[in-house]
């Protein structure tokens, strides 16, 4: 008997919403609502290509060469970006997950992190994913399961997908202060003002031609303490993808490069730190033994 190469297929569902979370990393496969693909999925039969609804853990985005100091210790990771050279996405995209708890419309995969060359801490992680009247919430907990503290970095890669066939047609609201832009091997550059750039998008407008490939911060929160996201299409369809308190960080990507991607959607990546946060430290998330870090995320379809 064949296996899907992701891996045990846990489908979730609530009313006429359904989300297909994967073994293989403990991603999210596809999401859909009504007769609406939410994400820009991939089928059972594909291996995820892309990042396409990956869990980015210990660390999100780009690491640059690989290696980091951490704690007066020097650390050096697999290049997993050997095109240029960095370690990206973390360690466990390409781990078996287990399904810890599940019910109808929830499940609860869980992975250990253990020691390894570059990242020698042991670290149990959690994902809760649910569907409720209030669209998909992404729960995820870190807990250092180790002797001595230990980096640690969140994120993750969903799609964003509408009637539109391209990206061009549709508007864009990124309520935040700040952009940086990625520049030589896909690292950062620093961070500037949105004011008076092409990447102001704190009123929402369309997309265009414009390439993205950007970290946004100094977010900007509504009453309860989310940011959020907005993608409308023409039809007057939308999909918000909020981040809840602990994600200060957002990469938004058109998919330019990536062929099987490329600006048919929008990855809209909540993160705790920005890329390359593990060399630079910062808001690197240090955990102490037997401390737990917990930040949340979701979809709210419109």
Not at 8 to 17: G, L, P, S, T
Not at 121 to 130: D, K, N, S
Not at 197 to 210: A, I
Request: some cysteine; hydrophobic content about 35%; charged content about 25%.
């Amino acid at each position: 008997m064949t296996q899907a190469p992701s891996g045990e297929q846990v489908e979730i569902a609530h009313d006429d919403q359904r989300a297909v979370i994967v073994e293989v990393g403990g991603g999210l496969r596809s999401y859909s609502a009504g007769d609406r693909d939410v994400l820009d999925g991939y089928g059972p039969d594909e291996m995820c290509l892309s990042g396409r609804g990956q869990v980015l853990m210990p660390w999100p985005n780009r690491l640059e060469d690989g290696s980091y100091r951490f704690d007066g210790r020097d650390h050096q990771l697999p290049l997993s970006e050997p095109a240029n050279r960095n370690a990206i996405h973390g360690l466990v995209r390409w781990a078996s997950w287990r399904v810890a708890e599940r019910d109808p419309a929830r499940v609860v995969m869980e992975h250990v992190i253990r020691p390894q060359p570059g990242y020698p801490f042991t670290v149990g992680l959690a994902i809760e994913y649910a569907l409720s009247d209030l669209g998909l919430s992404v729960r995820s907990t870190a807990t250092n399961l180790g002797e001595t503290r230990c980096p640690f970095g969140a994120g993750a890669h969903p799609y964003v997908k509408l009637d539109a066939s391209t990206v061009d047609a549709l508007s864009l609201h990124v309520p935040a202060a700040s952009v940086s832009y990625s520049g030589e091997r896909s690292l950062p550059n620093g961070s500037t003002s949105v004011d008076g750039t092409e990447f102001d998008f704190r009123r929402p407008r369309q997309v265009g031609s414009l390439k993205l490939d950007n970290c946004f911060s100094e977010l900007d929160r509504d009453g309860d303490g989310r940011v959020r996201v907005g993608i409308h299409d023409p039809s007057g369809r939308s999909v918000i993808v909020w981040a809840g308190e602990g994600y200060d960080y957002l990469m938004v990507f058109s998919g330019d490069p990536l062929p099987d991607v490329a600006r048919r959607s929008i990855a809209v990546e909540p993160m705790t730190c920005p890329p390359n946060a593990f060399r630079s430290g910062e808001s690197v998330i240090a955990l102490e033994p037997g401390a737990a870090f917990t930040a949340e995320w979701g979809i709210e379809c419109i």
